[in-house]
């Protein structure tokens, strides 16, 4: 089992109470934390630019600005975004700033990569927001143009969604991917979302990683429906490595995961959210899958892993606060299920 874990960046209001001008030494403080251990091989990021559960004055801070400073500020860990929006950025320009921080970081970019779903963060910044088949369409082809200019150095595409001619890309990414078709250079391509008829197709095409459901029920259904789409397509389905996010409220005892449950909750209202829309979230927080003691959090992956799901992305609510949680994990989890 490979983990990846998020470093809080405001979006999930997990900086509330802290200063502006201490938020990126918390930020930069933990990404070092794991860059010099040898639990999680890749930090994470999202890309959004208003809070949730509500959008609020809170902070969110830049995905791919984030991706530059940890480029620069660590050695080991690679740098992921869970995942970026297609239509937030031109696709010819996100890949040229994707192949910079690439360069920035000694290779070690992921790019996370989804057709964006928070229609109040699109119509506040001037999106619109497109139907589901649109926004999937300009998925289809912002990777194809992706794939193009770090494999090649330049693309062009005359497209529903997006024209470029002869966009150029140097330099170009230090590192090469696993994608069928594809050359020397490229970034490793994380197709985000469990999209039956759409998404799971173009990750058949050219994913690297997939990112779905990580409940058993929604993983197995998931992986059977990319497995046809894979032979559809002429692709070795076992080529794609099938990730999940999870949430980890993690504690010795009951007790010890209770106290958390609550931080998050009290969190959650102290950055203006209604104590009962706080509270629904705390309880919808205690039924996800990684909640629970160590050996109970350790049994559950073992059952993931058993269906495919072998890299985990982590998340700990209170980590910019509280690293006890993720050292129990790096403690007790991990070693269990490493290697």
């Known amino acids: ?40 091989e890749s930090i994470w990021v999202y890309d959004h630019f208003h809070t949730v559960p509500q959008p609020s004055g809170e902070a969110t801070h830049e995905a791919w600005t984030l991706m530059s400073a940890f480029g620069a500020t660590t050695r080991r860990v690679r740098l992921g975004q869970m995942c970026t929006c297609m239509s937030y950025r031109n696709p010819a320009y996100l890949a040229k700033v994707a192949a910079t921080v690439d360069v920035i970081s000694g290779g070690r970019v992921e790019m996370g990569i989804g057709a964006g779903w928070y229609e109040h963060e699109w119509r506040a910044y001037g999106y619109g927001f497109p139907q589901a088949g649109d926004r999937l369409g300009a998925l289809r082809e912002g990777v194809q143009i992706f794939r193009d200019m770090w494999t090649t150095g330049s693309a062009t595409l005359d497209g529903k969604y997006y024209q470029v001619d002869g966009a150029l890309c140097a330099p170009r990414p230090l590192q090469g991917t696993s994608a069928p078709g594809s050359e020397l250079n490229g970034i490793p391509m994380w197709i985000a979302g469990g999209g039956e008829k759409v998404t799971l197709k173009i990750a058949a095409q050219y994913a690297d990683y997939t990112n779905f459901d990580g409940s058993p029920a929604g993983f197995e259904a998931k992986s059977a429906l990319l497995r046809g789409h894979c032979e559809t397509v002429g692709r070795d389905f076992d080529s794609i490595v099938r990730s999940a996010n999870y949430n980890v409220v993690i504690g010795e005892t009951d007790a010890d995961v209770e106290d958390r449950l609550q931080f998050y909750g009290e969190l959650l209202r102290k950055g203006g959210v209604a104590p009962e829309r706080a509270a629904a979230a705390v309880e919808d927080l205690r039924k996800q899958p990684a909640v629970g003691t160590p050996e109970q959090i350790v049994e559950m992956f073992t059952g993931m892993q058993a269906r495919g799901m072998t890299y985990a992305i982590t998340y700990f609510a209170e980590a910019a606060y509280d690293r006890s949680g993720i050292e129990l994990f790096e403690q007790t989890v991990a070693p269990a299920l490493k290697g």
């Open 1 to 40: 089992m490979r983990f990846g874990v998020f470093i809080p960046q405001g979006w999930r209001m997990d900086l509330v109470g802290i200063e502006p001008d201490r938020q990126w030494d918390v930020m930069a403080g933990l990404a070092r934390h794991i860059d010099e251990g040898d639990v999680f």
